[in-house]
Nanobody, 119 residues
Framework: QVQLEESGGGLVQPGGSLRLSCAASDSIFTIGAMGWYRQAPGKQRELVAT???????NYADSVKGRFAISRDNAQDTVYLQMNSLKPEDTAVYYCNADVLRGGRWEGYWGQGTQVTVSS
């Protein structure tokens, strides 16, 4: 079983920055693409950013130029650097990872971390 442990959420003022981290603990399996999604109250979960094992990235238009995703393959950890935060970035942020088990890719989710942008 693979567990994703997130950290780094919190309360920040508009224009501020936060860095989220997500580590796949005790993983003996190959971790493929990793990413961050978010869900605001009353809205559907949406993609924020993804990164392949080789480092190719993809961002939602709403965060391009403000957020940066990166990863450490040796530590099976993914990061999300969030700059110039806006109130509309307020949401629960979830980590996602594709895990190769038994010859099949399976998707795993973290428990979520709250990010609140407010003055």
């Amino acid at each position: 079983q693979v567990q994703l442990e997130e950290s780094g959420g919190g309360l920040v003022q508009p224009g501020g920055s936060l860095r989220l981290s997500c580590a796949a603990s005790d993983s003996i399996f190959t971790i493929g693409a990793m990413g961050w999604y978010r869900q605001a109250p009353g809205k559907q979960r949406e993609l924020v950013a993804t990164i392949t094992r080789g480092g190719m990235t993809n961002y939602a238009d709403s965060v391009k130029g403000r957020f940066a995703i990166s990863r450490d393959n040796a530590q099976d950890t993914v990061y999300l650097q969030m700059n110039s935060l806006k109130p509309e970035d307020t949401a629960v942020y979830y980590c996602n990872a594709d895990v190769l088990r038994g010859g099949r890719w399976e998707g795993y989710w973290g428990q979520g971390t709250q990010v609140t942008v407010s003055s």
